[in-house]
Nanobody, 115 residues
Framework: QVQFVESGGGLVQPGGSLTLSCVAS????????MGWYRQAAGKQRELVAD???????NYEDSVKGRFTISRDNAKNTVYLQMNSLKPEDTAVYYC?????????WGQGTQVTVSS
């Protein structure tokens, strides 16, 4: 059974940094394109960044230059380094395959940016 477990969220002041981690229970993780998604209160879930098995990366415009997605295939883990955080980054962050599979959503990890 495929499972994604996110961690690393928390409360941070504007301008601060956090690093999120997602461990995937997939035997062929290296072949999967992976994405970080977020859902703010009252809004639809959106793709923030994605990375292919070969390392090709895309970012949503609002996080370019601030967020960095990476992966460690040996650890079945994908990361999201978030710098210069803004209040509008506040959301529950999820990882999933890219494109996302409806059956693979985990609990997510809450990121709150507030002074």
């Amino acid at each position: 059974q495929v499972q994604f477990v996110e961690s690393g969220g928390g409360l941070v002041q504007p301008g601060g940094s956090l690093t999120l981690s997602c461990v995937a229970s997939i035997s062929i993780f290296r072949l999967y394109s992976m994405g970080w998604y977020r859902q703010a209160a009252g809004k639809q879930r959106e793709l923030v960044a994605d990375i292919t098995g070969g390392g090709r990366i895309n970012y949503e415009d609002s996080v370019k230059g601030r967020f960095t997605i990476s992966r460690d295939n040996a650890k079945n883990t994908v990361y999201l380094q978030m710098n210069s955080l803004k209040p509008e980054d506040t959301a529950v962050y999820y990882c999933n395959a890219h494109p996302a599979s409806a059956g693979y959503w985990g609990q997510g990890t809450q990121v709150t940016v507030s002074s």
